[in-house]
């Protein structure tokens, strides 16, 4: 596609229940983030993809969360058991690869436990 | 602890001021990126700079990298309406491939 997509657009959900985010990343891109964005604040990292490398997962904040990547571009953000302290935008971003390379970002999933 | 510290948080001016943020760390970076965010989209990348001392200019914006890459600056001259928006620096450590981002500054540009 033409830039990063991600789906949905905003999810509303009530407390307790578990959220599927969707990202597909720039076709041929290997690196993909996952941030969390809290209203009017800076990103949060949570997960980092890179090729077939094992995943930098040190920024999940629970073991509520959960990410994987499949064929090394479809990615999905998991959030069991949501709380209401999980609403946030969370963005989904993709790079050529490591190093001083441009981030791409989606437009985010609004994200609304209640 | 915070790996980019941003200043200030918030910055509201008059069209046709200046103003500059800062971006500072008590580590050394391989190259240090700025985005600029919207309300409802993602950020986007305005620069990457990778050379300590480095400036770079995009048209009124101007960016410097320190010297010991630790810390960053961004100067708009004349500021528009249309730069209104949230400036974030971002940079991966010598060892560290995520891409961490600071807390941003939120510009407002009053016409």
């Known amino acids: 596609g033409a830039g990063v997509s991600q789906s949905p657009s905003n999810k509303v959900t009530e407390k307790g229940k578990d959220v599927e985010l969707r990202c597909d990343p720039i076709?041929?891109?290997?690196?993909l983030y996952w941030y969390r964005q809290s209203l009017g604040q800076g990103l949060e990292f949570l997960i980092y993809f890179q090729g077939n490398s094992a995943p930098d997962k040190s920024g999940l904040p629970s073991d509520r969360f959960s990410a994987e990547r499949t064929g090394g571009s479809v990615s999905t953000l998991t959030i069991q058991r949501t709380q209401q302290e999980d609403s946030a935008v969370y963005l989904c971003a993709s790079s050529l690869r490591w190093g001083n390379t441009e981030a791409f970002f989606g437009q985010g999933t609004r994200l609304t436990v209640v | 602890t915070q790996l980019l510290e941003q200043s200030p948080q918030f910055l509201s001016i008059q069209e046709g001021e200046n103003l500059t943020v800062y971006c500072n760390s008590s580590?050394?970076?391989?190259?240090l990126q700025w985005y600029r965010q919207e309300p409802g989209e993602g950020p986007v990348l305005l620069v990457t700079v990778v050379t300590g001392g480095e400036v770079k200019k995009l048209k009124r914006l101007t960016f410097q990298f320190g010297d010991a890459r630790k810390d960053s600056s961004l100067h708009i001259t004349a500021a528009q309406p249309g730069d209104t928006g949230l400036y974030l620096c971002a940079a991966r450590g010598s060892n560290d491939y995520k891409l961490s981002f600071g807390a941003g500054t939120t510009v407002t540009v009053r016409a």
């Open positions: 580590s050394v970076f391989s190259s």
């Open positions: 076709s041929g891109h290997t690196a």
